[in-house]
């Protein structure tokens, strides 16, 4: 059985860090592309992060690039993301999903939010 | 960069058809793919590269994509289809994932 579970959501104070973490069981985890999805209490999802196979390739959507890096460890399969200069606008839950074309499988989500 | 348009809101009485359409400028040339979410829970894939059923999801979930508009359609809705549902494409020029404002099915 495919199993997504993210850790590390907090209460941050802006311009504080936060990471995340997503460990991954139930199928060959260094075999596949992995995201990060946020999703704003009441609002959609908002795609944030992708990253290769063997960590090679890696992409940030533009509002956290700078502040946010994604990554991975294929030995523990554990998918990362450092959240660093955190703003009010980053509160959100926070998903991994897996990768196949579409994103096939999800995790429970880890909620992050920043405040003063 | 690429916009995909839902409706925000749908009701449909128990046993009717919901049909869910997710607007883009030529989305009949990208693969769609649709998430359910319920309350308090995980985005669930339901329906990927336009039409295909993932293992496990009803007969009754079917989708369809052509021109502007891609459509997620679920026959004889029962109650526990009531969810939000979202429409995703890759948007080939920024190279990213984009999802549509989501869809909040209510079935009375």
């Known amino acids: 059985e495919v199993k997504l579970v993210e850790s590390g959501g907090d209460v941050a104070q802006p311009g504080g860090s936060l990471r995340l973490s997503c460990a991954a069981s139930?199928?060959?985890?260094?075999?596949?592309?992995m995201n990060w999805v946020r999703q704003t209490p009441g609002k959609g999802l908002e795609w944030v992060a992708n990253i290769n196979q063997d960590g090679s390739e890696k992409d940030h959507v533009e509002s956290v690039k700078g502040r946010f890096t994604i990554s991975r460890d294929n030995a523990k399969n554990v998918l990362y993301l450092q959240m660093n200069n955190l703003r009010a606008e980053d509160t959100a839950v926070y998903y991994c999903?897996?990768?196949?074309?579409?994103?096939?499988?999800w995790g429970q989500g880890t909620l992050v939010s920043v405040s003063s | 960069s690429y916009v995909l348009t839902q409706p925000p809101s749908l009701s449909v009485a128990p046993g009717k058809t919901a049909t869910l359409t997710c607007g883009g400028a030529n989305i009949g040339r990208k693969s769609v793919h649709w998430y359910q979410q319920k309350s308090g829970q995980a985005p669930l894939l339901v329906i990927r590269s336009d039409s295909v059923r993932p293992s496990g999801i009803p007969e009754r979930f079917s989708g369809s994509n052509s021109g502007n508009t891609a459509t997620l359609t679920i026959s004889r809705v029962e109650v526990g289809d009531e969810a939000d549902y979202s429409c995703?494409?890759?948007?080939?020029?920024?190279?990213?994932?984009?999802f549509g404002g989501g869809t909040k099915l209510t079935v009375l």
């Open positions: 995703q494409v890759w948007d080939s020029i920024i190279e990213q994932p984009i």
């Open positions: 999903a897996r990768d196949s074309q579409a994103l096939d499988y």
């Open positions: 139930g199928f060959t985890f260094r075999s596949y592309w």
